[in-house]
């Protein structure tokens, strides 16, 4: 049955790149199946040479739950073994209700707060960013989608009506992007966002530590920070020449920047990201997340020119924005969040 949803304008408008992915979500990512679908993929009827796929494309991970029972594997080249000169041989084969929840749903995520419903997708997601690299308004339209919630939150009333006065201050014309973020803040904890600002730190090494502590087996996040601690651990000072350099060559970065951190607020329903974390933990992610977007395009860049570069950047970032604890760790790791912003 139809429900009625929220959900960003470029909604209607996204389609899976499949094999044209230059970075596709079927390489390198921990891919959790539950025991349900474990079972339901190694048992079904196919082809002799999808069940050799199928057969062995799972490793079991340290802790086993029941959401958690298996992970995809990766084959020599990273790649899910079950996908076929990139396009998913299960899918083609079976159709997409065979697909495990977390492939079926991806980049999509569908959340119910109380009793309303949001639906976005995630800027880790390459056509997403490509989508919001083109588009110049993230507008928020309400209309029915025949979807169900997939994550559920339970809060104040009052606190859907700052999701959308959020919303609201995001998609002012009439200030660059860290100033918008700066109200955000102020709106969630005014004096502790000021005290944190006004603090006198240098931010560019915290960063580049924090990015090491975080970004795992991410290929191009591990090579910012091998570049970054290269060119700038004794001249920080390089990291405003580079970053002018890069304003400059893509003079349309702070539109860009600001539709993905918003669609990421979306995606998390910020400030409700983590239900470890509360309002003001949200709000030191929100100004850690600019920080880091700023130096990893900044310092991918830096010998590459084009529009893709650009996005496949900011999409590595998100991965770890939108995939992991992301806002619970900085909160723990980092003080002084709101100083991010001045990067």
């Known amino acids: 049955m139809k429900k009625q949803w929220l959900f960003p304008e470029y909604y209607s408008a996204f389609s899976c790149k499949a094999d044209q992915c230059r970075n596709t979500c079927c390489s390198s990512w921990r891919i959790p199946v539950s025991k349900k679908e474990y079972n339901a993929l190694i048992t079904m009827e196919c082809s002799e040479e999808l069940n050799r796929r199928v057969q062995g494309a799972f490793v079991m991970p340290d802790f086993v739950s029941d959401d958690t029972y298996r992970y995809v594997s990766f084959n020599w080249l990273g790649n899910c073994p079950i996908q076929d000169k990139g396009l998913c041989a299960l899918h083609r084969e079976k159709g997409e209700g065979y697909l495990p929840k977390i492939c079926r749903l991806y980049p999509r995520s569908l959340k119910q707060i109380n009793d309303t419903l949001f639906v976005s997708c995630s800027g880790s997601c390459e056509k997403v960013a490509e989508i919001l690299y083109e588009n110049k308004s993230l507008n928020i339209l309400e209309g029915e989608l025949d979807a169900k919630p997939e994550l559920f939150y339970t809060v104040e009333d009052n606190d859907i009506t700052q999701i959308l006065a959020i919303q609201d201050v995001m998609k002012e014309e009439n200030m ?4 918008k973020i700066a109200k955000v803040c102020q709106m969630i904890n005014a004096e502790e966002f000021v005290k944190d600002y006004d603090c006198n730190r240098e931010v560019l090494s915290d960063a580049i530590v924090l990015l090491k502590r975080l970004s795992g087996d991410n290929v191009i996040l591990n090579e910012v920070c091998e ?3 290269k060119r700038y651990g004794q001249n920080p000072d390089l990291y405003y020449k580079d ?21 990421s607020m979306m995606y998390e329903c910020f400030p409700f990201v983590d239900k470890r974390t509360d309002k003001t933990a949200a709000y030191r992610g929100l100004c850690i997340c600019y920080g880091l977007l700023r130096l990893v395009c900044i310092v991918y860049c830096l010998e590459r020119r084009k529009k893709e570069d650009l996005i496949d950047a900011v999409c590595a970032l998100f991965r770890l924005i939108d995939h992991t604890a992301f806002y619970y760790n900085v909160s723990v790791l980092t003080e002084n969040a709101a100083v991010f912003l001045k990067m």
């Open 227 to 229: 570049e970054s601690e």
């Open 176 to 179: 660059d992007l860290p100033a």
């Open 243 to 263: 970053a002018k350099e890069f304003e400059e060559r893509f003079s349309d970065h702070r539109g860009f920047f600001g539709r993905m951190i918003n669609n």
